[in-house]
């Protein structure tokens, strides 16, 4: 089935493989840092700016104790302070109630688990019943300037409460570090998760992608290099190779189209063969016939020299005739028993004349054969 697959929709596959490992890897990370940041966000707005706040308002409760502590020690002192600088302390410290409950009130905005709830309930009981019992009176006894009132207040119901605000307060700050340690502990754990499935997607897909691209690299190379290997032989002149097709993707069309040339070249040669074999026996042909054309042309050759003999000896029986006539006539005249003689002697020539006249008519057509013949030798000479 894979085999079917074209080399574009390979490589489309693999380029999909990969952009989607990268898009899973990458959403996977985004997810992560998204987590992260969102514990981040609640440590820091949940956990440490809580944190803050009761570490502030502690600070402020214990400030608060001290400047009451403070200044009825300096009263009882062997030197008192003056009465203006009680006041003064004493509206520091209402400054620092009214900034403990804007504080506290910015905390119980901030988001509270059960737990927290119900320790801030608590806080604020402990620190109600310390403000009333003990706080506030002793800060009106000393802007009253009662620092004997004062002093009974702090050695009694303020020092007896202190300590459950104390503990209230540090009991919440305990939970906001709880809370933070169990938000670590979460974020630690989801990074572990995230990490290790990370590292598995990756190692997974590195291997996956090795194993594609080995699959895709030798269905590639194995039939580019067997074309090519199909290609030097035939360049070579070997057109006895065995082409096979095994796919219909782009390789195997261009085995299949290797395999229509090699068929077609086996053909084309199959057909000079059979031409150059035809040509083989016209050129033999023609040759024989150039050669009986070349006897026959020796042969006529031959024929005109007897002729041409003929000829001669024709010509030397004319002359003989003549001089025996010139002889036969001087006979006519010399004497006329010769000319009976020669009468008949005559009649003897006249016959031969005509004979010869008869001869010359052949002559004369023989002349002409030799002429046809010249003119078809010169004829076959010039072919």
Excluded: C
Aim: net charge neutral; hydrophobic share 45%.
């Amino acid at each position: 089935m894979l085999s079917k697959l074209s080399i574009k929709s390979r490589l489309i596959f693999v380029i999909g493989f990969l952009s989607l490992l990268l898009a899973g890897v990458g959403s996977m990370g985004l997810l992560s840092l998204s987590a992260t940041n969102d514990s981040l966000k609640r440590v820091y707005q949940d956990e440490l700016i809580p944190l803050g706040q009761l570490d502030h308002i502690i600070r402020l409760v214990n400030k608060n104790q001290l400047i009451v502590a403070q200044t009825i020690a300096g009263q009882l002192s062997a030197f008192p302070e003056d009465a203006s600088v009680m006041g003064k302390q004493m509206d520091e410290a209402d400054k620092a109630i009214k900034e403990i409950d804007e504080t506290w009130k910015a905390y119980m905005k901030t988001q509270l688990s059960p737990e927290a709830k119900k320790l801030a309930v608590s806080f604020v009981t402990s620190r109600k019943k310390y403000g009333s019992q003990g706080l506030r009176p002793a800060m009106a006894a000393l802007r009253a300037k009662d620092v004997q009132q004062a002093s009974e207040i702090l050695q009694g119901p303020l020092n007896e409460n202190f300590p459950a605000v104390q503990q209230n307060i540090n009991a919440l700050i305990k939970l906001q570090q709880k809370d933070a340690q169990t938000e670590f502990t979460q974020s630690d754990s989801r990074y572990t998760t995230v990490r290790n499935t990370a590292i598995i997607v990756i190692l997974a897909g590195v291997l996956l992608a090795a194993f594609i691209g080995v699959w895709l690299i030798r269905a590639i190379t194995r039939p580019l290099n067997e074309a090519v290997r199909i290609a030097e032989s035939v360049a070579a002149g070997d057109l006895t190779q065995k082409i096979e097709v095994h796919s219909t993707d782009e390789t195997g069309r261009l085995m299949q189209a290797m395999q229509n040339m090699n068929t077609s070249l086996v053909g084309i040669v199959n057909q000079v063969r059979s031409g150059t074999e035809t040509i083989a026996v016209a050129s033999r042909e023609i040759a024989s016939g150039n050669a009986d054309l070349s006897s026959r042309t020796e042969s006529q050759a031959s024929s005109l020299e007897q002729t041409a003999s003929s000829m001669e000896e024709l010509t030397s029986t004319v002359k003989q005739n003549a001089e025996n006539a010139r002889q036969a006539n001087q006979l006519v005249v010399s004497t006329s028993d010769v000319a009976v003689k020669g009468g008949k002697v005559v009649g003897q020539v006249v016959d031969t004349m005509a004979s010869i006249k008869e001869s010359s008519r052949k002559i004369a057509d023989i002349i002409g054969v030799i002429d046809g013949i010249a003119f078809q030798t010169n004829i076959l000479a010039l072919n």
